[in-house]
């Protein structure tokens, strides 16, 4: 009997030893390729028939398509096994690259490279300039073709060469179009609010700032390296310095994933968890804007590709515009969803609800694409709207799928880019490694991280309640990984030289960065002294102590009056958003008929839903002595406090509607009640925010 | 006050009139349309940049987008209008396909239907056949072309006309390699199990003998309306007789969606629920297959495209092979997805469950297509299996998750569909109207329906013991509405005049059914006195009922005979599922220890899972008095019941290596315990049926 329970482990490790047999998918993988490689073979005539083609053309993108699920699904299989055995030296992301890479040699290496064209595809001539449509005539038959774009003239003959590498190398719109979008919104919609707006100034500035910073000292450095390298005769193609500015622009932009999966699981330092989550969210907008800036800026200085104080004043107007313009899409498409949320009761049927959230917020992303803005940038804003004012209009169900939806669709896209990513480094075809521009980017992007962080880390101490110590600072320019939008920016444009240069480098950097510095990311902590194992509430319960006791670090309460001064900005951001905007999206906040003027009455009666009211009645009992801290703010409330007793009768009557309009289910009643709950115990925090620490 | 209080809901109204503003949207995607066209008028010169093109191709693209996404949210909103007021004479997809309607009405009559090219492309000849790739010489700058089709002598001067329609015209693949899956897919996902394994003898007959003798009626009626046509001079061009069958093929393939939701809200009879649902889910497979073996027929008989009995039968053979096949892959991923859920412990990770989930359930249509089967009815039989075995695997938490996940992809995906039609009829370019024709395959379709179902009902019945009765035909009949498969396989080739034709009048049936019978299914129930407010639950309760006191349609006990023998398949099939598969690809069922020849007992001991042991333990003191109430099964039982018992010592060894092998969190023993409460209560559920009633 006892032998009988030894021997069970060992033959089930017999039939599934899963740790070996991952390893025969990549095996599995090229069989696959191969098989349909000999289909391709032995079907092919000299003059194959278009139809016949086609059919093998879909097979193969079957294939294509298939080898990255497998690749997936052998990453979720890895992953498993290492969280399962608390692996930490190796993040999904990079696991995904090494994956990646493994078929990428077996495809480059392991298939002969042969086509089974074997010839340069027939040109014809024509003498006006290229048109989106061509018709071909073969013997009075009419084909339509489409075009594809420019190529090379020293890519001609390689053209149809090793169709399965250029099939399986994406079209980099596809990244952006359909990757990126899931990965930024899902950013944006799991913002950890509290601590990202306690955060805001430093986050601002660390990601327009210092991305700006880093892009410049990035690309003048490069601009050097490349001087020289033309200088010693190692570069003779055309390496202009917009070049090398859109380069630091494309290798700023900071990646969150590796690092702040390593530190949620172990729970490290909130406000590092915020600074770091909110600089990287933030700065890959920033890089996508200013990236296309410069390629805007391009064209008018595309004599001399020199510095040019007219274009260049140009260039940030562009970055504005499209910023702004961007903002504005993200911010109208979150207002817009939450209005429909809040005025129709669509809560009782959460397919719906979940469909309309999905395709409202895809919506940004098309209609910022139609007006010539960003979309992705405009995707992450409005991800941060719908995070703050619809998500409380859902029913409670809604909430918990739109952030599975949105976890599962960001979980795979991501995984998705990585594993792409190491695929890439053997499957792209125009590769330029160039060795002394590789070692002076590796410095270059150090240097240019360094000059981000630290100076500006000096300027927000100076301002900040809450310092930004000195182990954090280091661990910020530790964590400066580069991934996904790094590799999508690059990826996009690879038709010049310089831009393939600009490619392979990119790819180099991320591939060391994810797997150098997020293996090293647990070591680092401990090495840096920063606090694990934080429980973010009982951190805020410090926070709360350290706000009423006075006693922080060491800071003494003379200086909050400066600390009010300069956060006049955002306080006024703070008090327009809780009197107005909250309770005109949501069913939180104080009823509009007590923060907005009488003249506006009929306007605010409206806009308030009844549950306000009700809500509202029971946080003047409860907010009181709250509000007796903070002379600022109880001044501002006490304004509100005025007036709700003015138009108190108008409440009185908004109860009396309240019951006629009432919900119908108990059960969203009491899901209501429990997020009424949840709002009042995190605006109580948010109402002690202001005077409490931030830039 | 009271004046207040009446006034507000007014006031309310006229901000959101939302009944009324919804009738805006169409207009508001007309402005957009033609803003966007202004755009691209304003930046259009007479030598467009390559670059700029794509640009504006980019931007139109993301144009037509928006313009279905808002179609679909003003669907989704006005569905929710529709749900609140209990409207039940228009289905949501009804009401997708006359938005889309009035869209493409907007889009064909409202925009000027001139280009901004004005010209036909310019062409080029060559002597070989068509290249995938084509090489444009434009002087000395090479760009690249790919092939998209060949286009009809007619359609040249048309083709860069009024490009909008064009761009709204999406590829047909679209609608089979994207949006069909996640349809068929959910369908098996979530089929009725216990209602549809009752039934299935009965499914299966009218899904395959069914709708094989719909298509052979309808093709062979078509052929004399064409014939007819032909001989008073309304058809000029080539009509053959193959034409007529894949016509016929399409045309058979019936739609649940508009029926069934109306069914599930008013719960109406299980049996005729399980039938029509069964019946609309397993045809949707038959149609594809039989319409490609109808076109693989098609090469072999070309020239005189009349009958031909070796290509009939290779025809046959190509159905039998497509279909196993298909079938084949489908169950070999489900059966590889439940093999990883139960030897791993991903259940600890939902979101890595879940998006493995996925990916695997995604993959078998990959896999099917790369190697020549048809996807859409390998992932029919993928989510059947996943939902038998798989599903039982998954954590609580994934359960849901991937529910949630494919039912908002399936809604999704849907109402596109139906939207897309409406707009279908306006935008595509070649529609081809033959009233005589159109007649005709109306009353075609008629009677197909009815030669499928009245014959077979009354077969069917002389097997059943639950008959068929003949208000439940006449439903059958009524529900029989044509939708998403028919208009997927109708647009996948419109590139012959008869297929264009085809294409036009399956459009208008699926237009007439889903409207007149879709919107007729309430009245009709009740017309029929058939029953509705029935509870799954309580009308099973009666089913146990009718079976321990043989009281029920007036059949005798010795009927009962009879049907033991002719469903002595049906209980191998059970028999074998219940004790090998199940306890080898789940946790569930009788350990695999008793169950298998003591020869096999390592392999029985390394599949068996210890909550197997568990399970049975307790089932072997609950089961006792189910099973005396059945001598044919309780002896497979009892068989299991012995070898059980000499095999006990093994399973009291399984109960020591499951205290080793424990799960490590309560919460997930705790949910793995109610799923065995209900798998033993579906189990004991499931004892009962193979004597119960089927065919």
Redesign the interface.
């Known amino acids: 009997?006892d032998a009988?329970?030894a021997?069970?482990?060992k033959?089930?490790r017999?039939?599934?030893p899963?740790e070996k047999q991952l390893m025969l998918f990549p095996i599995l993988i090229l069989l696959?390729n191969q098989a349909?490689k000999m289909n391709a073979e032995d079907g092919v005539m000299e003059?194959?028939?278009?139809e016949k083609?086609?059919e093998e053309?879909?097979?193969q993108d079957?294939?294509n398509?298939?080898t990255f699920?497998?690749l997936?699904?052998l990453t979720?299989?890895t992953?498993?096994l290492f969280?399962?055995r608390r692996v930490r030296f190796l993040h999904e992301t990079g696991l995904a690259m090494i994956y990646g890479l493994l078929v990428g040699v077996i495809l480059r290496y392991g298939i002969p490279a042969t086509s089974y064209h074997k010839k340069?595809?027939?040109?014809?001539?024509?003498?006006?300039?290229?048109?989106?449509?061509?018709?071909?005539?073969?013997?009075g038959?009419?084909?339509?073709?489409?075009?594809?774009?420019?190529?090379n003239?020293r890519e001609?003959h390689n053209?149809?060469q090793n169709d399965m590498l250029r099939k399986v190398t994406f079209d980099p719109?596809v990244f952006f179009n359909i990757l990126l979008p899931p990965i930024i919104f899902h950013a944006g919609y799991s913002l950890k609010k509290r601590h990202f707006f306690r955060n805001l100034g430093s986050i601002i500035t660390y990601a327009f700032l210092g991305t700006a910073i880093s892009c410049f000292v990035i690309g003048n450095l490069m601009y050097g390296v490349v001087k020289l390298m033309q200088f010693i005769g190692q570069l003779t193609n055309k390496f202009y310095y917009t070049d090398c500015l859109f380069f630091g622009a494309i290798v700023s932009a900071t990646d969150p994933v590796t690092v702040l999966a390593i530190f949620n699981e172990l729970h490290a330092d909130v406000d590092l968890y915020a600074l770091l989550f909110g600089e990287s969210v933030m700065n890959d907008a920033v890089a996508i804007v200013l990236s296309s800036s410069i390629v805007a800026y391009q064209p008018a200085g595309a004599s001399t590709h020199t510095f040019d104080a007219t274009a260049f004043f140009k260039s940030v107007g562009v970055f504005l515009g499209i910023f702004s313009g961007s903002f504005a899409m993200g911010a109208i498409t979150g207002v817009v969803t939450a209005l429909?949320t809040k005025?129709?009761?669509?809560h009782?049927?959460p397919?719906?609800e979940?469909?309309?959230f999905?395709?409202?917020s895809?919506?940004t992303f098309?209609?910022a694409?139609?007006c010539?803005f960003t979309?992705v940038v405009a995707v992450l804003f409005c991800g941060i709207t719908q995070a703050h004012y619809t998500y409380n209009n859902l029913s409670e169900e809604s909430t918990k799928?739109t952030k599975?939806?949105f976890?599962?669709l960001h979980?795979?896209a991501e995984n998705f880019i990585f594993s792409y990513m190491g695929l890439a480094l053997f499957t792209f075809q125009n590769h330029v490694f160039s060795p002394i521009f590789i070692a002076g980017a590796f410095l270059a992007i150090f240097i240019g991280r360094a000059s981000n962080i630290y100076p500006l880390s000096f300027l927000l101490n100076l301002g900040r309640r809450h310092k930004i110590r000195g182990n954090l600072q280091h661990m910020m320019m530790f964590a400066g990984l580069r991934g996904a939008m790094a590799f999508a920016l690059a990826i996009r444009d690879t038709a010049t030289y310089a831009r393939q240069m600009t490619f392979t480098t990119t790819l180099l950097i991320v591939f060391f960065t994810v797997w150098v510095f997020g293996g090293g990311t647990t070591p680092m902590l401990s090495w840096l002294h920063i606090r694990v194992g934080v429980d973010p509430d009982q951190d805020l319960q410090q926070c709360g102590d350290n706000f009423l006791l006075f006693q922080g670090d060491g800071t003494m309460p003379e200086v909050s009056k400066t600390k009010q001064e300069s956060a006049w900005l955002f306080r006024l951001w703070y008090t327009f958003d809780h009197n107005y905007l909250k309770p005109m999206l949501t069913h939180s906040g104080p009823p509009l008929t007590t923060t907005l003027p009488s003249c506006c009455g009929?306007l605010a009666?409206?806009?308030t839903s009844p549950q306000a009211y009700e809500n509202h009645e029971q946080l003047r009992d409860d907010d009181s002595d709250l509000i007796l801290n903070d002379g600022d703010l109880a001044l501002t409330y006490d304004d509100t406090a005025i007036t709700a007793k003015g138009a108190s009768?108008?409440g009185?009557?908004a109860g009396?509607?309240g019951v006629?309009g009432k919900r119908s289910s108990s059960t969203s009643e009491e899901a209501l009640e429990r997020e009424m709950d949840q709002e009042f115990l995190s605006r109580s925090t948010r109402l002690v925010f202001p005077i409490e620490d931030h830039a």
């Open positions: 009997m009988a329970v021997q069970k482990p033959l089930c017999f039939f599934f899963l696959i349909s003059e194959l028939a278009s083609e086609a053309s879909h097979r079957s294939v398509l298939l699920i497998l997936l699904t979720i299989l992953i498993w969280k399962h340069t595809p027939p040109s014809c001539s024509l003498e006006e300039g290229p048109v989106s449509t061509l018709l071909l005539n073969v013997s038959k009419f084909f339509e073709y489409t075009l594809k774009g420019e190529i003239s001609i053209v149809e719109e429909v005025f129709t009761k669509l009782c049927f397919l719906l979940t469909a309309l999905f395709l409202m895809w919506s098309l209609l694409e139609a010539g979309g799928r599975q939806l976890e599962v979980f795979l009929p009666r409206c806009f009768s108008g009185a009557d009396g509607w006629n």
